[in-house]
């Protein structure tokens, strides 16, 4: 059974970067699919923020993407997410998820989610 | 970017009343490659129906989707009292980016 956690800071200050990493168990990362992160915020709903495959190819979404990085370490089984000079704006609960399996498609598992606060 | 607009906002019905939701794009999903899943309070969303029509794996059958080009609906036949969600609709024909809709309130009358 796939599953995925999130981990990282709560807490976060503006102009800061942004640093979340998603375990996965259950299946592993270079057997295929791609691998994501989707955030949802009170006032944007959900967006997604990018994915990465196994071979580290990414694709983002073009209305962050001066300011994310997704990066892949398969001997960890695990994927993260860096987003640079977060604002108040970028306060959300941040989902990692398994994209498609050979295109960034639908997102068939999720995490639980965490929420990240942008604050002084 | 495909704009994806979901109607009604909200809406009120009983258990095992019939429910259809709307989602209208902005230009045609190419290939109805659009997706819809439902969320409950404090869960992450759960992905119930891609390729516009296609359920997921253990997906209930009174879930169903239709649609193409601009216009897709989702119904359920007769609602339960677990399906009382919020329900996203979501296009990855022209992406990236990946979209999704607003979201539309499932409630209990």
């Known amino acids: 059974q796939v599953q995925l956690q999130e981990s990282g800071p709560g807490l976060v200050k503006p102009s800061e970067t942004l640093s979340l990493t998603c375990t996965v168990s259950?299946?592993?990362?270079?057997?295929?699919?791609?691998w994501g992160w989707v955030r949802q915020s009170p006032g944007k709903g959900l967006e997604w923020i990018g994915s990465?495959?196994?071979?580290?190819?990414?694709y983002y979404n073009p209305s962050l993407k001066s300011r994310v990085s997704i990066s892949i370490d398969t001997s960890k089984n695990e994927f993260s997410l860096k987003l640079s000079s977060v604002t108040a704006a970028d306060t959300a609960v941040y989902y990692c998820?398994?994209?498609?399996?050979?295109?960034?498609?639908?997102?068939?598992?999720w995490g639980q989610g965490t929420l990240v606060t942008v604050s002084s | 970017d495909i704009v994806l607009t979901q109607s009604p906002g909200t809406l009120s019905l009983s258990p095992g009343e019939r429910a259809t939701l709307s989602c209208t794009a902005s230009?045609?999903?190419?290939?109805?490659?659009l997706a819809w899943y439902q969320q409950k309070p404090g869960q992450a969303p759960r992905l119930l129906i891609y390729?516009?029509?296609r359920r997921a794996t253990g997906i209930p059958d009174r879930f169903s989707g239709s649609g193409s080009g601009t216009d897709f609906t989702l119904t359920i036949s007769r609602l339960e009292p677990e399906d009382f969600a919020v329900y996203y609709c979501?296009?990855?024909?022209?992406?990236?980016?990946?979209?999704f809709g607003q979201g539309t309130r499932l409630e209990i009358k």
């Open positions: 998820v398994r994209d498609g399996l050979v295109v960034v498609s639908v997102f068939g598992y």
């Open positions: 259950g299946y592993s990362i270079t057997s295929g699919y791609f």
């Open positions: 990465i495959y196994h071979s580290g190819s990414t």
């Open positions: 230009q045609s999903v190419s290939s109805s490659y």
């Open positions: 390729g516009a029509s």
């Open positions: 979501q296009q990855y024909g022209n992406s990236p980016p990946i979209t």
